[in-house]
């Protein structure tokens, strides 16, 4: 493993640390956990740039980099859902957009690779912003980003099924 996988993991080690912070019944570890999070999606966009720069690119830190996504995204939605922060139906939609993608690159062709779109990076920000702003605000801001999170994550998705559905 190289540094820049090394930096995708830690987004995998904070995710618990962020859920046990938003889980916790005072508004300041909230805080914490946001400020954690922060950390944590940065992390999303240090290790790509860090693994480009040195030119040191792995085949693991090409699997780890979305599964962190993954496990970043969905842990942090779980807690606000315990938490009473947050919908379910917005999680099942993430949840659902993540698991149909998974499957389509099941039936690809070998050597197939799904790159990441430009705004299927703005989903990953949207996401981001949206989960932390549910963290520690109520009202119309969380939900302005949700609207836009969920919109790029419908889009996106279906953006992937567009261009990478086999076709015969």
């Not at 508004?27 to 290790?47: E, K, M, N, P, S």
């Not at 990953?124 to 932390?132: K, N, R, S, V």
């Not at 963290?135 to 953006?159: K, M, R, S």
């Amino acid at each position: 493993m190289k540094a820049a996988d090394y930096v995708t993991l830690s987004r995998v080690v904070l995710t618990p640390i962020v859920m046990m912070c938003w889980l916790a019944p005072s508004g300041q570890w909230r805080w914490i956990g946001l400020i954690l999070f922060i950390v944590a999606g940065l992390t999303d966009f240090a290790d790509g740039r860090l693994a480009r720069h040195s030119a040191h690119t792995t085949r693991i830190g090409s699997y780890l980099d979305p599964l962190a996504d993954k496990i970043l995204v969905l842990g942090a939605g779980l807690a606000l859902i315990a938490g009473g922060r947050l919908s379910v139906w917005i999680v099942f939609v993430i949840l659902l957009r993540e698991l149909a993608i998974t499957g389509l690159r099941s039936v690809l062709p070998s050597g197939t690779t799904m790159a990441a779109s430009y705004p299927a990076k703005w989903k990953t920000t949207a996401q981001l912003f949206a989960l932390g702003a549910s963290a520690v605000l109520t009202g119309w801001i969380p939900d302005a980003l949700w609207v836009v999170a969920i919109v790029l994550t419908i889009w996106t998705g279906g953006e992937y099924f567009y261009h990478y559905w086999p076709k015969n």
